[in-house]
DNA sequence: ATAATGTCTTTTATCGTGAAAAAACATTTT
DNA sequence: AAAATGTTTTTTCACGATAAAAGACATTAT
């Protein structure tokens, strides 16, 4: 089955939504680099549109010819990268129980599973052991960590660590810098979502990730901004799987985010401090109560202020 | 071709160092947790050993017939794994002059260097891509960051957050814990070395590294430990690559330590901060002349074709 | 009964292969 | 000339296959 084209038919899936807004489209180069793609697949993609009618296209004349219509796109399921199909699938297995801590993970039956090849499944365990869950035992298999109040306070310890120090970072910019306007921007949107939480609340997760990764961003730190991809993974599949209370905790959270916020805007370095570890608390919480205590787990070790 | 067999290869010549010490050796399974390999590989290393008229092997009894001779071993290249083949060439190109940032690199090209499949490349790839080194193109190629002045500015930065606090983690330690056992021990190693710096200075690094290593375990978090992976294998390459003013350096850095050692073990926590940041800091500075200030291309590098 | 050895099965590590996608090169159009 | 289109080459991604290594099961020796 080599590789699927997942590439094009996503591309093409978001080329579509484009027709909707022009009466024709611009050059190969030009599409390509508006849906991320190479030119290649731009023209595979330009070469279905003609078959299928919707465009007319003779070298740099490419006119619709009509509307897309509900069928022309490729089913959704068809787009997915198989990295995140494998991630998907295991982090199911990972969360839907029986994922005790010790547990060893067998390439060969997640592939088969799954449906794929070893290969790619291989790679995505290598990818996924720096969220520090899971580890390898050398020639042989890999070993599950679980998701144990110990990583979740392991996880929370570096994040706070982290963020006080890109908040920081953050309320020293100066004023010319161009996050302060993303930091507006920003707000407004929180203030919006805060009127309309009662309907909106399941927008928040994505919200706060910006948010978060616009903070971390001001450490120019690499290791900082990309440890912020363990914590919003965790988040992700965190928010997904406990729904209890989610509109209260998220109304919450917005109000901690727009004092943050606040905070960062006065440049006051106290305040920043005071704002940011509120926040980081209640988050940590939050994430330590969605947690089940093992109840035959071994020394969970009291640690940490 | 498959899969070499070095792992076969290095348990056998670690098994015939172990042919010196006794008459007969031990059972399969001792032999095998011995050598940390499984009861297959113990049996081909034996049936080999008696091919050879090393042992006489007669299911429980193995007994040393001859002490093993130079060309009994394997050759040492024959012990590799491919994983450390990779990354040797990796470097050793990186490091080498040449690899400016931005440069891009391909998986393909690689492969064939080194003359090993792509798998093997594009796995290597992905697990050093937590070094921050290099980073990916989504299905397009792997792009060289660059050993530059602003990396190690950044992998200082964490390290010092990580290391202030595994210290101080340590510091207050019980008096019962085995840490402060192991932390004896590693003190007479340092005056040891410290006596014979002349002619011992180049043992250091390795030192060095169980040192910080059992500072930062103290933290009790997967992420501090796992991160002094990225510092260490730096700092291996770093040690390889700039031998100017090895002796005086490695000097200094063992006076250092020992410094840090005493303030760990008086518990006074004033004390430890202050011994750390001093050794950081000059870790970092020797680790900022070594890199070549970008612009300033006046060196006359060899470039390898 | 326990622990070793002997035998058989499964999994991991690695390669070559081929389609998808990117990139490079050549040609045309504005 | 610059920028597009047309064409060809190269690289990435993912698979199945196979030897090495691990692991499981059966048998034998203490």
Redesign the interface.
């Known amino acids: 089955m080599s590789k699927s084209n997942n590439?094009y038919k996503d591309a093409y899936n978001r080329c579509l939504r484009l027709l909707d807004e022009t009466r024709s489209l611009p050059s190969e180069p030009e599409l390509g680099t508006l849906l991320g793609v190479s030119r290649t697949t731009v023209r595979s993609i330009l070469a279905r549109m003609e078959e299928t009618g919707l465009i007319a296209w003779n070298k740099r004349s490419k006119m619709v010819l009509r509307a897309p219509r509900p069928d022309d796109f490729f089913p959704e399921e068809e787009t997915d990268t198989l990295a995140e199909i494998i991630e998907r699938s295991f982090m199911r297995r990972l969360l839907a129980g029986g994922a005790e801590a010790g547990m060893q993970i067998n390439e060969l039956e997640l592939a088969r599973e799954i449906g794929v090849g070893t290969?790619s499944v291989?790679?995505f365990l290598?990818?996924f052991s720096?969220f520090?869950l899971i580890e390898k035992r050398r020639?042989s298999h890999w070993v599950l960590?679980g998701f144990t109040r110990a990583?979740a306070l392991?996880?929370t310890?570096?994040r706070e660590?982290f963020e006080l120090?890109s908040a920081a970072a953050f309320a020293a910019l100066p004023e010319e810098s161009p996050v302060w306007a993303d930091l507006d921007r920003l707000e407004d949107e929180h203030r919006l979502l805060a009127r309309e939480i009662a309907t909106r609340f399941n927008e928040f997760s994505e919200l706060d990730e910006r948010f978060h990764r616009l903070i971390h961003r001001a450490s120019?730190?690499?290791?900082?901004v990309?440890?912020y991809d363990?914590i919003a993974m965790i988040f992700h599949y965190h928010y997904q799987w406990n729904k209890a209370q989610e509109r209260e905790r998220n109304e919450v959270a917005v109000a901690e985010h727009l004092v943050y916020i606040a905070a960062l805007k006065s440049r006051d370095l106290g305040k920043v401090d005071a704002a940011c570890r509120k926040h980081l608390k209640s988050a940590r919480n939050t994430l330590l109560t969605s947690i089940p205590e093992a109840g035959s787990r071994s020394a969970p070790?009291a640690?940490r202020a």
């Open positions: 590439v290969t291989r790679e290598i990818r720096r520090g020639n960590k990583f392991e996880l310890e570096i660590m120090r120019h730190n690499r290791f900082i990309d440890f363990v070790e640690r």
